[in-house]
Structure formats: C-alpha cells, structure tokens
C-alpha cells in the first residue's frame, strides 16, 4: 500500500473521530495487506483405456480472489485473510455413468442429481491471525504444504482444509508448526467434508475423523543444509513420523541437491482394533487369507531424490520403497497430493511394497533467448507391489511445457500444457491446459 493511501486512510479515520491509536493500528493493517484476482480458464482430458466407460472430459473458468492483511499495531497483531472463489462450467460433457454418449463430467466440478456436471459452483472463506513477536496463529482456512499433509491444486479450483495452526520462528533458525485440521473442502465441491485415508473413504459408506494433530519443526543447520521432523495422527486411523535431510551442495560447475525422506506410520485408535477396522476404520493395502491385522496401517517409505542444475538444465534421479503390510497413508478425500517424491499427475505410487525408479529432465529456454519459457519430463517406474495373485508394475510418463509472458501488455499471462501416461495397474491418458493470469489489486 503506498504512502498515499495510508495518508487517505488516516484522513478518513480522523474524519470519523477515531483515536489515533485506532487510526495507527488500521493503518498498520492496511499498509501491509496484499489482494490478487487470478483468473484461470482450465481445461482437462481423461481416458481411461482399461475400462468401458466414456472419456471424461471438462472445461472450465474460475475466478480466485485472495486477500492478506498485514497486522495491527502492538505487541498483539490481529489480521484476516479472505479467499472467494467461483468456478464457471464451459463445457462438461455428457452425464456421469450414463452409457451412450462420447463423454462425461470427470471431476472438476459437482454433479446435478440427474449426473450432469453443475454451471457453476464456489466458496467464501476466511481465516482470522494473531501474531505475537514471531509467532502467528490462524484459525480458519489453512493451505499446508507440510510432509505430513499437503494440499491440491490440480483442477480449476485447489482443495481446501479448516483448522488452525500456530508457526513459530523465535529461534534463529528454527521454524516450529503445530495445527489441527478438522474438515476439507475438495477441490470440485463448495462443501465440507471428514477427514480419512484410502481403504476408508467412501463418502456413502466410509469412515470419517474430525481430528487430525500435526507438528514439526524445520532447523537450518547452516546456509546448505536442513533438517526437518514432523508428526501427525488422524484420530481412529493413523500416527505418523517423518525425518527429512535437504542439502545443497555447490560444486566447480553445477549445484547439487540431495534430498532424503523417511516416513514411518502405524495404526491408531479404531484402526488398531479389530473391532474398529470390522467397523470401516481400514487402510488400503494387501492381506494374506486371514490375517487377523488385515487393514491396519503397518507403513515404512523412504526415499532419496538427487538434483543436478547447470544453467538451464536440470536432471533428476530418485529410488523410493514401501515397505509393511498397508499402503502409505494419506489424508485422501478422493482428489489429493501426497508429499512424496513420487507425487506424480495421476498416480502417486503409495500401494503396499512398492518400489519406484524415477528420472527426470527440465530445461529453461531462458539461456537460447526465450525467457519465460519452461518443460520438464519425468519417468516413474514400480514394481513388486503385494497382491493377492502376484506382483505388480506400473510406470507413468509426465510431460510439461510452461509459458509466462515476460514483457509487454500480456506481461504474467501463464500457459501451461501437462501431459501424462499411465500404464500397469491402471491405464489412462490425461491431458490439461491452464491459462493464467493474475492482477495484484494491492
């Protein structure tokens, strides 16, 4: 906010006869406060080739307005922040499930009763702030982009959690969270929903949790390295230790980044009962013949990604291995990340016993004289996951090209096309396109 408007505002106060430690906090709100309307068209392709059913197919324009305020003056701060989202329908196909037709809604936006995707649908949300010294706590709409918990972004409208969350940076070099969510709102959905893992989340038969405890702190040994621990415990489900080593190294020519991550998860309250889990509290994952722990959540992931970046030029290996008798658990709604090096566009390699492969290349075309300019490939290959008959594979090929205006009237107008191959367990095509474009209002 400019020196102008603040003025304006103090103005405006005083003509309202408000004290002027009024007028200084609001002013302090104010000043530091940032809003944004992002416009984003959003188009996606989905084919299925191993089922008998009509390709899935959707487009779509959403509007996503975000403001957040700065803080009041004092040793107690308030703030609010503000998200109001609404998704247009453009073209959605035909009717889910009904046989006949070319194509039908996928899962960008709601259905109608009679299977038809809605015209439109949208959210207002808020999240109220207290900050005291360097440390805030927000109790409302919270995005996370934790190891124990992350949020989705891959449809016209991203995925939503409410709870709060407190984040704490007192020490130098030390970051601290600790939150509770409680419900989600999904990514094509204006509604609220419980909390639970695959194997649980039928949302006609399924069991949900209202409670879902997580913390961590984040410790920057130096410049180039960090270490991270993190927990977190859906109620009646799952408890959950991540440890976590990020480094950076610069080398004669070129950086390399090393990243290691282990997860280590075990069943929790109605999941560790076999009462519970005959109730619905189950995991996915693969069981011989009468195991009495058939559906509780018995989980080790670890896994190592290793980056190397020399000008415009990116390369990418990783391994990953699952291990234990269910698959990985993950706060899943149906729509969802997973925060894993293997968080692939369509399938996220979490099944029980799995090992992955992965490569990847990524150029920047700043450097031949295209700024703005960006693709990517990437390859993720498993295998040897448990199944009643034998082992299975599958493998992924993701492909990505961005674009973002660097100059002129169309300066930050993003284009971005993503393309993706499944085969193995599933098989699927998938393809999207996503304009974009932002407008700071403040």
Do not use: C
């Not at 102008?4 to 405006?12: D, F, G, M, N, Q």
């Not at 950086?255 to 109605?270: I, Q």
């Not at 109730?279 to 009468?290: F, L, P």
């Amino acid at each position: 906010m400019s020196r102008k408007s603040t003025l304006t505002l103090a103005v405006v106060a005083g003509t309202l006869g408000l004290p002027m430690t009024v007028q200084e906090a609001a002013a302090a709100f104010i000043e530091d406060s940032k809003a944004s309307l992002t416009f984003k068209n959003f188009y996606i392709n989905q084919d299925d080739r191993d089922q008998d059913r009509a390709r899935s197919e959707e487009w779509g324009q959403g509007f996503l307005f975000d403001f957040k305020s700065g803080f009041t003056e004092g040793p107690i701060g308030f703030g609010l922040d503000l998200i109001a989202q609404e998704a247009i329908r453009l073209d959605g196909g035909g009717r889910s499930g009904k046989s006949g037709i070319d194509r039908s809604p996928g899962s960008v936006f709601p259905l109608e009763s009679n299977g038809k995707g809605k015209t439109d649908f949208g959210r207002l949300n808020g999240t109220g702030k207290i900050r005291i010294s360097n440390t805030v706590a927000e109790l409302g709409v919270l995005r996370p982009k934790l190891p124990v918990v992350v949020t989705n972004d891959g449809r016209l409208l991203p995925q939503l959690y409410h709870g709060g969350q407190i984040t704490s940076k007192e020490f130098k070099d030390l970051t601290f969270v600790v939150g509770k969510l409680e419900h989600s709102t999904e990514r094509n959905s204006s509604d609220n929903y419980g909390l639970s893992i695959a194997g649980a989340n039928s949302l006609t038969s399924g069991k949900f949790s209202n409670k879902f405890y997580y913390g961590g702190v984040d410790y920057k040994v130096t410049k180039d390295l960090m270490l991270q621990y993190y927990f977190g415990n859906l109620e009646d489900f799952y408890e959950q230790h991540f440890f976590g080593v990020v480094h950076n190294w610069e080398l004669p020519a070129g950086k390399l980044k090393t990243d290691l991550r282990y997860w280590t998860s075990d069943s929790s309250g109605a999941n560790s009962r076999a009462s519970g889990r005959a109730e619905g509290y189950r995991s996915a994952g693969y069981w011989s013949a009468g195991d009495s722990n058939s559906g509780e959540v018995d989980n080790d992931l670890w896994s190592a990604l290793f980056t190397y970046t020399l000008g415009g030029h990116e390369l990418k290996a990783g391994y990953q291995k699952s291990t234990g008798d269910s698959d990985f658990p993950v706060l899943n709604q149906g729509g969802y990340s997973v925060p894993l090096i293997t968080d692939a566009m369509t399938e996220k390699f979490t099944r029980v016993g799995e090992r992955v492969w992965l490569a990847g290349y990524a150029y920047d075309f700043a450097g031949l004289g295209i700024p703005g300019l960006k693709s990517s490939l990437t390859y993720y290959s498993g295998d040897e996951v448990d199944t009643s008959s034998d082992e299975k594979e599958e493998w992924e090929r993701d492909f990505r090209v961005d674009y973002v205006v660097p100059t002129g009237t169309l300066k930050g107008l993003g284009l971005t096309w993503r393309s993706t191959a499944v085969r193995g367990i599933r098989e699927r095509d998938d393809n999207r396109l996503y304009v974009t474009y932002t407008w700071n209002l403040l």
